[in-house]
């Protein structure tokens, strides 16, 4: 067992393992990729370097360093689910990890869907979370959009409440199986409804629903977050307190998912400090 693992391996996410290697505790960091870094050439703005440098050589040299002081980094790896019991379960798309606390620090939350009626809609028949809101659409028809390992995993979830499920690649290209079930891979146009969702119009076909579950990509701090019970604010920050802490015991939050600046300077100095309020959490438990 983990004493911290974090979510993410960009700067607020390898601050923090940082900090709490030195303070001798037991931490994994599990990052997919670079993050918002990954294709930044150019930047200045971030104290200590004379010239320019570019996220790659920032985000590879801020894994060394943590790897040369003792942090266990994997890289290339997706968080899929974690479940809050009295310690953390954690599933990714190779492994499954459980810690005694949780740091996550996984960038900005997740992308706007730019279809039309996305976002008058929302809340209105469209969800974020299966194990959420599934049971109000129990025997009903429910959508689901996503193409890969964390639409399977929500896709799991809604089998539970309704066997007429119909899955939306959104243009992407399958990447998991769904056996039995109806695959529309056209491009979402429209989603329809007034009031509330009652379709999905893609180029070539109209399709009534009564709920679209989204589950695109992977799934982002706000996803973790809601499944679990943390709260989540309308922009789909995290909300944490002073030490950032979320209302779950042992849940902690840090960087770009959380508000404010979104910079590097501001994640690194987010960081630190969350790693300061695990280490005191976790020490208060053994006391
Ligand atoms: C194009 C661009 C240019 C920028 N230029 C600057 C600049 O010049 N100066 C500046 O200060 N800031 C700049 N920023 C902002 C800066 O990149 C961010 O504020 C900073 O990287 C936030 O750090 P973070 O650790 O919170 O998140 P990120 O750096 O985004 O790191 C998130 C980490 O979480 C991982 N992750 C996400 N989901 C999962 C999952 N499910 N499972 C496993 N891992 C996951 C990612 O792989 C990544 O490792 C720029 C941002 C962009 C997009």
Request: hydrophobic share 40%; charged share 20%.
């Amino acid at each position: 067992m983990y004493d911290v693992l974090v979510v993410g391996g960009g700067p607020a996410g390898m601050t923090a393992a940082i900090y709490l290697q030195r303070f001798k505790l037991n931490v994994i960091v599990i990052a997919k990729d670079h993050g918002a870094l990954s294709t930044t050439t150019h930047i200045e703005n971030y104290y200590g370097f004379e010239h320019p440098i570019t996220g790659k050589e920032l985000i590879e040299s801020g894994i060394a360093q943590a790897r040369r002081l003792g942090v266990t980094v994997i890289e290339d790896e997706e968080v899929l689910t974690i479940n809050a019991l009295e310690t953390f379960d954690i599933k990714t798309n190779k492994a499954e990890y459980n810690a005694k606390s949780v740091l996550l620090a996984t960038g900005m939350g997740r992308p706007n869907l730019r279809v039309k009626g996305f976002t008058a809609l929302s809340g209105k028949g469209i969800s974020f979370c299966g194990i959420c809101d599934g049971f109000l659409y129990r025997n009903k028809k429910i959508g689901l959009l996503g193409a890969g390992e964390f639409m399977a995993e929500e896709l799991e979830v809604l089998k539970n409440f309704t066997d007429d499920l119909i899955i939306f690649t959104n243009g992407e290209t399958l990447k998991v199986s769904v056996s039995n079930l109806q695959v529309v891979t056209e491009p979402l146009i429209e989603l329809l409804g007034t009031d509330y969702l009652t379709g999905v119009k893609t180029k070539n076909g109209e399709y009534p629903i009564d709920a679209l579950f989204i589950a695109a990509g992977t799934p982002s701090a706000s996803d973790f977050a809601v499944r679990m019970g943390a709260f989540v604010n309308p922009k789909s920050e995290i909300e944490v307190d002073a030490s950032f802490s979320t209302n779950i015991p042992g849940l902690y939050a840090a960087g770009d998912c959380i508000g404010g600046l979104w910079q590097i300077s501001k994640a690194v100095g987010d960081g630190a400090n969350a790693a300061l309020a695990i280490n005191k959490y976790l020490k208060s438990k053994t006391s």
